[in-house]
């Protein structure tokens, strides 16, 4: 019961925090002006929970770092200031969301150049996805080691979902025709 509280938790928290929290509580809306793509792996597969290779906020910072360094990339532009393909895309993508705009700017302007070393855009990206991820993971356990708390979410949410079905039961009954007892 406790791990699937605390699963539960961490999801709904981690969603707040990460996608939902529009500025509120950081000040800072990640996604923000940040157009979604599709993150690939090395085998050139989405990166996700169904595929296995998805980031985590479990996850370790080694654990992190080592999914980063597979990321797909190519064997760099040609020519300056040409388009980006999807796979590199997808990291300075990430880098948008993680990163600071001086970060970006710095490998962009790389890019641009045809100067890029993706080894250190990987490196610079996984310590950045760890800056971002590490106080959401630490809150995480703070809370799943809360007993007396996640008692009372329990509580809480039980509480909630018995009085909104108690409502739609009575709804119901009346809709149907049905006496109440």
């Known amino acids: 019961m406790k791990k699937q509280v605390s699963a539960i938790l961490a999801a709904g928290m981690a969603a707040s925090l990460l996608v939902g929290c529009g500025g509120k509580q950081t000040g800072y809306d990640p996604l923000k002006g940040v157009e979604t793509r599709m993150i690939t792996d090395s085998a050139g597969r989405k990166m996700g929970k169904s595929e296995g290779n998805g980031i985590y906020l479990s996850d370790t910072d080694e654990a992190i770092r080592k999914k980063v360094m597979k990321a797909v990339t190519d064997s760099g532009p040609t020519a300056p200031d040409s388009p980006m393909p999807e796979v590199i895309a997808n990291l300075f993508t990430l880098l948008k969301v993680v990163s600071s705009p001086d970060t970006v700017q710095f490998f962009t302007d790389k890019w641009n150049r045809c ?39 329990v ?27």
Do not use: H, N, W
Not at 115 to 122: C, N, Q, T
Not at 155 to 181: H, L, N, W, Y
């Open 115 to 153: 100067e890029i070393r993706y080894g250190d855009l990987k490196k610079q990206l996984a310590e950045d996805i760890i800056r971002v991820v590490a106080p959401i993971r630490e809150r995480i356990r703070d809370i799943a080691a809360d007993e007396a708390y996640l008692a009372r979410v």
């Open 155 to 181: 509580k809480q949410g039980a509480e909630k979902a018995r009085a909104s079905a108690s409502v739609t039961v009575t709804d119901v009954r009346r809709i149907m025709g049905i006496k109440p007892f």
